[in-house]
Each structure stands twice: as C-alpha cells, then as structure tokens.
C-alpha cells in the first residue's frame, strides 16, 4: 500500500497545470446603485451585456458617485482562480489563464491578483489599448447586472496561443474551459483548445454564459458546442438557447436535447449542467436528467450575487481534476457559489475549508 505522502505527492502530479482556462480578464467595477441608475443607462438585473457608447460614462460615474470597489474578474478567470484556491491545498499551480491585457496599471492589478492566487497567466499585453473593465451594478437585494467595455480583452489574438510557453501550457493541460463570452473576440482561440481536448481525448468545457451570446453568436457558440463534454449555463441562457432552436421552455427537455446535439468526440458524453440561483440545479449525464437541491442561504446573509455562477463553475471543474463524480462536482459548485456570495464581488477568504 502507497503511503500517504507517495499517494500525496501522485495526486500533486496529476493537478499540476492541468486545467487551462481561455476568456476575458477584466478588472471588475463593483458598486451598490440605485434604480434612477439604472434606468438612465437601460440596465435589467441578472444580465450580462456589452457596452455601448451610451454605456461609457457609467464606469466614472460608478467610481466617483458610488463606492465602488476594484475586484479582478471576467468570467472564466473567475472560475479559474476558484479552482485554483480550492485545490491550492493539493497542488499550488493547478491552473493556467490566456488572456489579453493592456500595458498598464489595471493590467498590473489583474496580474498581480491572479498570480497571488496561484494562477498562472500567461497574458498577451496590448501596447496601444487599455485594460478591459466590468460594471458590476448591484441592487440593493444583491442582484447584479454586468456591462463589459473588453477594451484590451477584445484584442486577444491566436497567435498568442504559438508561442513557446503557450504551447507547453496547452500539452500540459487535461481540462479546457472558456465562457462563451470569448466567442465575441476570437472564436478560433477557442476552437483551438476545443479541438485539441477532442484530438487528445482530454477535457473541453463551455459556458452560454449570457442570453445575447445565443441570440447573436449562435453559428461559432454550435460549433465550439460540437467538441464540449460540459456545458454550463444559467436558466435564463438555457431558455433562450430552448428558444433559439425552437425546444420551448422546459428547461429539463432543453437540457436532455442540449446533451444529445451532435458531438465530436464519442469517447464521453455531452454533460449538461443548468443553475437555477436557489432553485434545484439541472443535470444531464448519459441521457439521465437530475436534479440536485442548492443548500438553503438566509436572504440575510447574500452579499452580493456577482460571480455566483462563476464560482460555481470554478468549484465543479475542482473535483472535476479530482475525477470525482457528477454529484461531488455539483456539491462542490453549490458550496464555492455560497462562499462567493457572502461576499463583495467574487473575492475569497484566504483559506479554503471545503472537505
């Protein structure tokens, strides 16, 4: 029998850079507002938008009208650093993040704020563009509506994935996940890590991450679709990918369709995994549809909403590298989502107690 330390040091190995996440940094914006805020910029709660021009003065507005806090984010690095910190304990560099970044000082903060959370970034800097930043408006019930300027974030170019270093992170990897919303920057980054995961029989994961992605991205988010293992989404993504395909509004039926869309690879199936905030979270593995109980949270103690579904995807693909079960991952999803929320932004305690 292997000792504790040797089987220690097994699962060590295994974790090392093995998950790979490809999205937008940005440095994230977050205030309480109030309603006249929100309807002067045309804002619904639980969206995720990009900005337009109208949208532009809402970042000083937030920062010198509001008290606005700094929080590294964009959606897949969020995951990545929630991944990150709860498998810090079983191996300290567990996960790596492509992104591009400006040369300056919100790139500097995003980071720095990644690397101490043990991720490590391999950032394409842009010498013309600034930093991409995220609204997080917050009501006072703690919901949340995002509105992205990707500024630098837009500039990502495949090239970066060519380089050295870039290529040792990708052969190195065992699990690939991007949100959707990299597919409005540059679609072929993606399908580049979705068609090595397939080709290398490894892991690729998606997420619909944002009603406006179905609507108007729906061609290149089927085709990165073709090679995912897991897709992701909230109900409100999952109804309007229903909707674009004509599926209705069960959103049990769309989950059982999703899975079944043709898929690349056919050495595992298609796993989809739809959040439901306090509601019963919907899965479909091997053509069974599940449904798992969210833990209860006192009204009381929610904080703020804003990297909730993040962080859930970020614990799931933590037991996921563990090669736990479905209903590990799930629990595991569940459990960093309520950390996340007892908090401002997606912000973590320094240590990790998940058992």
């Known amino acids: 029998m292997a000792s504790k330390s040797t089987s220690s040091t097994a699962a060590n190995s295994k974790l090392q850079h093995?998950?790979?996440?490809?999205g937008n940094p940005l440095l994230d914006i977050s205030a309480k507002v109030h309603d006249d805020f929100m309807k002067k910029y045309g804002l619904s709660m639980d969206n995720a938008i990009l900005a337009e021009d109208k949208h532009l003065p809402m970042y000083d507005e937030m920062t010198k009208n509001f008290?606005?806090?700094?929080?590294?984010g964009g959606a897949t690095q969020n995951s990545i650093r929630v991944a990150q910190w709860m498998l810090k304990k079983h191996c300290e560099n567990a996960t790596s993040f492509f992104g591009c970044v400006g040369k300056d000082e919100f790139g500097r903060v995003l980071r720095e704020c990644a690397s101490r959370d043990g991720v490590n970034v391999h950032y394409m800097e842009h010498d013309n563009v600034s930093t991409g930043t995220c609204a997080v408006c917050v009501s006072e019930q703690g919901e949340r509506s995002l509105v992205a300027n990707l500024s630098a974030a837009n500039e990502f170019a495949l090239t970066h994935l060519d380089d050295a270093k870039?290529?040792?992170i990708i052969d190195n990897g065992k699990l690939y996940y991007s949100a959707g919303f990299h597919l409005t920057v540059c679609p072929a980054a993606i399908?580049?890590?979705?068609?090595?995961?397939?080709?290398?029989?490894?892991?690729?994961?998606?997420n619909l991450s944002a009603p406006f992605l179905v609507q108007f991205f729906k061609d290149p988010l089927l085709a990165a679709m073709h090679h995912a293992d897991y897709v992701f989404g909230n109900e409100n993504e999952a109804l309007e990918f229903g909707k674009a395909h004509g599926?209705?509004?069960?959103?049990a039926v769309i989950a059982l369709r999703l899975s079944q869309l043709p898929k690349a690879s056919g050495s595992r199936c298609r796993t989809?995994?739809?959040t439901q905030g306090a509601k019963p979270t919907i899965t479909v593995q091997n053509g069974t549809l599940r449904l798992f109980d969210v833990?209860?949270?006192?009204q009381k103690e929610i904080v703020d909403t804003n990297g909730a579904g993040d962080a859930f995807v970020g614990?799931?693909?933590?037991?996921?590298a563990h090669e736990q079960p479905l209903e590990k991952c799930v629990h595991a999803g569940h459990w960093a989502a309520q950390v996340v929320i007892r908090r401002s932004g997606c912000t973590l305690p320094e240590k990790c107690n998940y058992e």
């Open 18 to 22: 093995a998950i790979v996440g490809l």
């Open 67 to 72: 008290q606005a806090e700094f929080i590294a």
């Open 166 to 168: 870039s290529k040792q």
């Open 191 to 206: 399908m580049k890590l979705a068609e090595h995961a397939t080709l290398s029989n490894k892991v690729f994961m998606l």
């Open 247 to 251: 599926w209705g509004e069960d959103l």
């Open 272 to 274: 989809v995994v739809f």
């Open 295 to 298: 833990p209860k949270l006192d």
């Open 315 to 320: 614990g799931f693909i933590a037991q996921l």
